[in-house]
Antibody, heavy 118, light 106 residues
Framework: EVQLVESGGGLVQPGSSLKVSCVASGFTFSSYVMHWFRQAPENGIEWLAY????????HYAETVKGRFTISRDNAKNTVDMQLSSLRSEDTAMYFCARESQLGAFDYWGQGVMVTVSS | DIQMTQSPSLLSASVGDRVTLSCKAS??????LNWYQQKLGEAPKLLIYYTNSLQTGIPSRFSGSGSGTDYTLTISSLQPEDVATYFC????????FGGGTKLELK
């Protein structure tokens, strides 16, 4: 069974950093492109970052470029995102998801909440 | 960036109704369009990929259509468990989602 489980969320102060992680199981992790998304309370889904299978290519949404960094460890079946210079508007549920071979996000984690507040 | 606009933002319908949700792209996305269902407190769930292909395990009452800039998700006979928010998502140029249509029972 494919599973994605996020961790690392919490309450942090503006300007601080946090790492959210996603551990995968039930599939050959190294064969799949992975993504991070977020969803602010009562809001839509925002795509944040992409990483290809061997980490040679990444891409970010303009809203987080230069502040967030995606990485993966195929030996540990994990994809992480380092969040830096956090702002109140970064408060959201953060999800990781697998991109299927057909270009859709076919499996999602349950999400991890990040709250940025003083 | 490609903008995705969904309408309506809120839709009330009765059990058994045929329901149509719309999604419009700011430019041609060449059918690179997926649909997701999100129930309260849950992660999004893939329903339809590449405009009209039904994801494994999704009931056949869900269907998708469209081309160019205009796309539609149809539920042929609404069931109580279909109460959710539905999002379209393009992948012709990077990835963007529509704002969602919240579907409730009348």
């Amino acid at each position: 069974e494919v599973q994605l489980v996020e961790s690392g969320g919490g309450l942090v102060q503006p300007g601080s950093s946090l790492k959210v992680s996603c551990v995968a199981s039930g599939f050959t992790f190294s064969s799949y492109v992975m993504h991070w998304f977020r969803q602010a309370p009562e809001n839509g889904i925002e795509w944040l970052a992409y990483i290809n299978t061997d980490s040679s290519s990444t891409h970010y949404a303009e809203t987080v470029k230069g502040r967030f960094t995606i990485s993966r460890d195929n030996a540990k079946n994990t994809v992480d995102m380092q969040l830096s210079s956090l702002r109140s508007e970064d408060t959201a549920m953060y999800f990781c998801a697998r991109e299927s071979q057909l270009g859709a996000f076919d499996y999602w984690g349950q999400g991890v909440m990040v709250t940025v507040s003083s | 960036d490609i903008q995705m606009t969904q309408s309506p933002s809120l839709l009330s319908a009765s059990v058994g109704d045929r329901v149509t949700l719309s999604c419009k792209a700011s430019q041609n996305i060449y059918k690179y369009l997926n649909w997701y269902q999100q129930k309260l407190g849950e992660a999004p769930k893939l329903l339809i990929y590449y405009t009209n292909s039904l994801q494994t395990g999704i009931p056949s009452r869900f269907s998708g259509s469209g081309s160019g800039t205009d796309y539609t998700l149809t539920i042929s006979s609404l069931q109580p468990e279909d109460v959710a928010t539905y999002f379209c998502q393009q992948y012709n140029s990077w990835w963007t989602f529509g704002g969602g249509t919240k579907l409730e029972l009348k």
